[in-house]
């Protein structure tokens, strides 16, 4: 609505209409848990209190009873407002949200937790972000209901539900009620003065009740307060995700390799020290050859073994540290590789595997997106903070992108409070730190 220019009794008019008008919509979306509350509150304590009626005892026993009932009151008022919260906070912020916008001109742009994508593990269950489940039906119903029911940011709309009907409610409710008692006194032959009275103050006051929302709104319709703690959790949930992720990728990898090499090769092997028993006595010589072929295989068997071990724990990280086991693993390298540190001892066991495969990955990606001819691996420990920075002199162009590897090394560091830091701009060179806080042993 647009006022008339200047000002006189129109404008007045307008901002009284416009006035009470915002005050009964701002009172129907913060009614709902005073009433709650309220509801409950009375009904629990006409309960609670019929159970003590004509109760003769002392007066420490009697004001414990007393104690307990209303303790029993608050417990009852609290499971109704959480069974309330859930359907209706959402719509009811959503709805104010879009007042403080039209009236106020306020923004207050949140994001909800969206559904997650559900997986299935090497295992045959069904992974929904948070826990696992026997079907895939079951998992997208479960992952549904969590983002929906357990979102922070739901939980914020139900704590502004609580501080509007405590703050905004009673506020904008009093021009709406002073006209209703004032027409009411007015209507009183003995109360008429009153009642207009009443109605002139109501009306007085109605361009100004409702603009307690403004403040109110800015404090607890927007965001959820990022505190360090909150952010923290998002990351270890999201880490949790992508390592859950990572470790079904793993298995299946190990399940694959087991099944197509080890596997095959010892059961080639069981057939043929099969074949060679039958011949022993009547073919010596082609006994003698079937085992030295089975013999061949064991060789190949155990050194797929190894090679599966050493992917998943290396011996030498084990046995000669963190910077020998990078060394190593240049050697294999397709592209030439210098390793230097100045670590004067091993760090902490997780840390040291955890920045090992980190540059392992990415030794990886150098050789399959580079280009490059050279690539030099440094490790620094000081002020408690252990960094291993990878150069190359490729093509450049590397970014940490959602669902690249570079993000999720930059998870996994983050599971130790690490970081990542990529600068590769196009054309090169790239220098990628990896940095993660630990003690030396």
Request: proline share 6%; net charge neutral.
């Amino acid at each position: 609505m647009r006022l008339p220019a200047g000002g006189g009794p129109l404008r007045w008019w307008v901002e009284i209409v416009r006035g009470l008008y915002r005050s009964a919509v701002l009172a129907g979306l913060t009614w709902l848990m005073p009433a709650v509350c309220l509801g409950v509150g009375l009904g629990g304590s006409h309960v609670v209190s019929s159970w003590s009626d004509g109760m003769s005892a002392p007066v420490i026993v009697q004001a414990l009873v007393t104690v307990g009932q209303a303790l029993m009151v608050i417990l009852w008022i609290t499971v109704a407002v959480w069974i309330v919260h859930p359907p209706t906070s959402r719509p009811l912020a959503k709805a104010a949200r879009a007042c403080a916008e039209r009236w106020l001109g306020e923004r207050l742009d949140v994001t909800y937790r969206s559904v997650p994508q559900v997986s299935r593990m090497s295992t045959g269950y069904w992974w929904d972000g948070h826990e696992y489940h026997r079907s895939e039906r079951e998992a997208r119903r479960r992952a549904r209901v969590h983002a929906r029911f357990h979102d922070p940011q739901l939980h914020w709309d139900g704590l502004w539900g609580l501080v509007a009907g405590v703050t905004v409610l009673p506020v904008a409710a009093l021009p709406l009620l002073g006209l209703a008692g004032g027409a009411y006194m007015a209507l009183t032959p003995d109360l008429f003065g009153f009642g207009i009275a009443l109605i002139v103050a109501s009306l007085s006051a109605a361009p100004f009740a409702w603009r307690i929302f403004g403040p109110v709104a800015r404090r607890f319709l927007g965001p959820i307060p990022r505190t360090w703690l909150g952010r923290r959790v998002e990351e270890l949930e999201a880490i949790q995700a992508d390592l859950t992720q990572t470790q079904a990728v793993e298995l299946e990898r190990i399940e694959r390799d087991l099944h197509d090499g080890t596997q095959a090769r010892l059961l080639a092997m069981g057939m043929s020290v099969g074949a060679a028993e039958q011949l022993v006595d009547t073919d010596p010589a082609a006994a003698k050859a079937i085992l030295a072929e089975a013999r061949t295989a064991s060789a190949t068997a155990l050194a797929e073994l190894r090679s599966l071990v050493r992917g998943i724990n290396p011996p030498v990280l084990a046995e000669r540290g963190l910077v020998d086991a990078v060394r190593a693993l240049a050697l294999d390298a397709p592209v030439e590789i210098s390793v230097h540190s100045t670590v004067p001892s091993r760090v902490e066991r997780p840390v040291e595997s955890a920045v090992y495969f980190a540059v392992a990955e990415l030794i990886a990606n150098v050789a399959k997106h580079a280009k490059a001819s050279q690539v030099r691996i440094e490790f620094n420990h000081a002020q408690q903070m252990l960094t291993a920075t990878v150069s190359d002199d490729g093509i450049g162009g590397a970014v940490a992108s959602a669902g690249s590897g570079l993000r999720g090394i930059e998870r996994r560091m983050a599971a130790f409070s690490g970081r990542l830091e990529v600068n590769s701009p196009a054309g090169g060179p790239t220098h990628i730190i990896v940095a993660v806080p630990c003690a030396l042993s």
